[in-house]
């Protein structure tokens, strides 16, 4: 079982950075690969940004290519994402989530067996 508890979200400007972060209570969260999705009532929830259990492989989204980056410290056990030059279709509750698959290609819910409680992010024109 991991517990994983995510930092506030919060109201960024267009254009403005954000940090998100997930801090996990499994002392084998070096184990797991994770990952960020986003959701938009109404709508499935869509991947963001995938790392590998090392944090030597990430994998993003393409709208969050060169603006999004997923990192992880194993000895903090915390997972986060920066992201930069936000826009407002970016508003969506962001979540973490830990997957048994190690390697960070996962992109799809399914894959995933534990999430965050999530986090609303809102980014206004």
């Known amino acids: 079982q991991v517990n994983l508890v995510q930092s506030r979200g919060g109201l960024v400007q267009a254009g403005g950075s954000l940090r998100l972060s997930c801090a996990a209570s499994e002392h084998l969260f070096e184990t797991y690969g994770m990952g960020w999705f986003r959701q938009v009532p109404g709508e499935e929830r869509d991947f963001v940004a995938a790392i590998s259990w090392t944090g030597d492989f990430t994998s993003y989204a393409d709208f969050a290519k060169g603006r999004f980056t997923i990192s992880r410290d194993n000895t903090k056990k915390t997972l986060t994402l920066q992201m930069n030059s936000l826009k407002p279709e970016d508003t969506a509750v962001y979540y973490c989530?830990?997957?048994?698959?190690?390697?960070?290609?996962?992109?799809?819910?399914?894959?995933?067996?534990?999430w965050g409680q999530g986090a609303q992010v809102t980014v206004s024109s």
């Open positions: 989530a830990a997957t048994s698959y190690t390697g960070g290609r996962r992109r799809t819910p399914e894959d995933y067996d534990y």
